[in-house]
């Protein structure tokens, strides 16, 4: 169990999304798996309770959330996934509870941390992700990337799949080709080499995907083990994608009674119903924080949002009246207009969220994700 980690295009030693052959794969490969701008330590000094690291032009961001991967010291409890504070470019600190003051030596790295998945098979174009948690399901995500120049935009395509045995063997699949021939699709933007802004927020069994069109809106897929309501429930993975290679904002409708959906509105699906007995691949309806419309109708807030106001979690209903389970760690604001685009939002108990508009100029679009809460 793992808190969420974020990460952004810009960031420093960020990898590339744009139209070249296997760009999702590849930003997805080094946010899970691999981590980005791995830097040599020259020392770790603890000091009450602080541990000081100097790594010259380090380049880390020190936002919440965006942890650093310290490996190799001689000092275990110094190493592993931690929240670094920025002190200087050559500079950051982390706590260090109950480890001696001292300086530490070793053959010493840091890196933005990966969130704990591994990329199992890969292919030209091709990949398949499988969560590192002992806790998860283990159905794993499969990306095919080989669209490289259609007229206009650029796109991925995404399934789940059971028992992989290679890139292109596997068993059961989410959603099934009757229910979205070749799986979800998940954007990549202009058929130009122009990097796209995006986001991703992961933990060692769920990730979001975010696509960032700018005034045009953006797109929000997800993937991974839902927080269930059953015990046990091996079935309970899910996935939501896009159900066309439309590009553009993200529609009103998708942040309230229907939940979270990616461009142009289509259902999530779930790996199996709860019984384990049924068919594969099963729709699912979401409950978002209103029953008579979308969120940002008429009933709701204008301006800026009272910290507290937070739908905290978005359940998935399997059929007309089981509720499944909650999509981990998304949240609606219960106001228009409540932040800027792309910025953190802290409550008054001090929980931190990371929020984003479907469409920056629409004032019904607006969601958050959760980053200070284990989502399991």
Same mark, same amino acid.
């Given at each position: 169990? #793992?808190?969420? @980690?974020?990460?952004?295009s ?13 760009a999702?794969c590849e ?8 981590g980005?701008?791995?830097k040599?330590?020259?020392s770790?000094?603890?000091s ?12 880390y ?12 010291s ?7 996934k931690? +929240?670094?504070t ?10 260090a509870p ?6 530490y030596t ?6 933005q ?6 990329e199992?098979? @890969? ?6 992700? +499988?969560?590192?948690?002992?806790e998860? @399901? ?6 095919l ?5 259609p ?5 991925a395509?995404?399934?789940?799949v ?5 890139i ?8 099934t080709n009757?229910q ?8 990549k933007? #202009?058929?130009?080499t ?5 986001f ?19 797109c929000?897929?997800?993937?991974g083990d ?19 290679? @439309?590009t553009? +904002?993200?529609?009103?409708s ?11 509105a289509?259902p999530?699906?779930?790996f ?12 699912m ?21 009272p910290?507290w106001?937070?739908w905290d979690?978005i359940?998935?209903?399997e059929?007309?009246k089981?509720l ?11 106001a228009?207009?409540?932040?800027p ?11 931190v ?5 479907g ?18």
């Open positions: 169990m #793992t808190y969420p @980690t974020i990460y952004r810009t960031d420093t030693g960020a990898p590339t999304l744009n139209n070249a052959v296997g999702w930003v997805l490969r080094v946010c899970l798996q691999n980005y701008n791995s040599s330590v020259t770790i000094v603890v009450s309770g602080v541990a000081t690291v100097t790594c010259a032009t380090h380049g961001s020190g936002a919440y959330a965006s942890h650093v991967l310290i490996e190799g001689s000092e275990a409890a110094l190493n592993g931690k +929240q670094p920025v002190t200087g470019a050559n500079t950051f600190n982390y706590p109950g480890v001696a003051n001292g300086t070793g053959t010493i790295t840091a890196k941390a990966p969130a704990g998945w591994t199992i098979f @890969t292919g030209t174009g091709k990949s398949i992700f +499988q969560p590192d948690s002992v998860a @399901t283990g159905i794993c995500l499969r990306i990337d080989t669209n490289a120049a007229a206009a935009t650029t796109y395509r995404m399934i789940g059971e028992n992989p045995s290679d292109d063997t596997y068993s059961n699949v989410f959603p009757a979205r021939s070749d799986g979800l699709y998940l954007q933007g #202009t058929n130009n122009t990097p796209k802004p995006w991703v927020i992961a933990n060692d069994r769920f990730l979001y995907l975010f696509i960032d069109f700018g005034a045009s809106g953006g929000l897929y997800w993937f839902l927080k269930s309501l059953y015990a046990p429930d091996p079935n309970c993975c899910g996935i939501h994608g896009g159900i066309n290679t @439309t553009g +904002q993200i529609s009103p998708a942040f309230g009674l229907s939940g979270f959906n990616a461009n142009p289509g999530p699906y779930v199996r119903d709860y019984t384990g007995t049924g068919s594969y691949s099963e729709n309806n979401q409950c978002g924080p209103q029953l008579s419309g979308h969120l940002g109708s008429g009933v709701m807030q204008s301006g800026a949002l910290t106001a937070i979690g359940y998935l209903m059929g007309a089981v499944r389970g909650v999509v981990p760690g998304l949240a609606s604001p219960l228009l207009q409540p932040f685009h792309l910025t953190y939002v802290v409550t008054n108990e001090g929980d969220y990371f929020g984003f508009y469409s920056p100029s629409n004032v019904t679009s607006a969601g958050l994700i959760c980053l200070s809460k284990h989502w399991h």
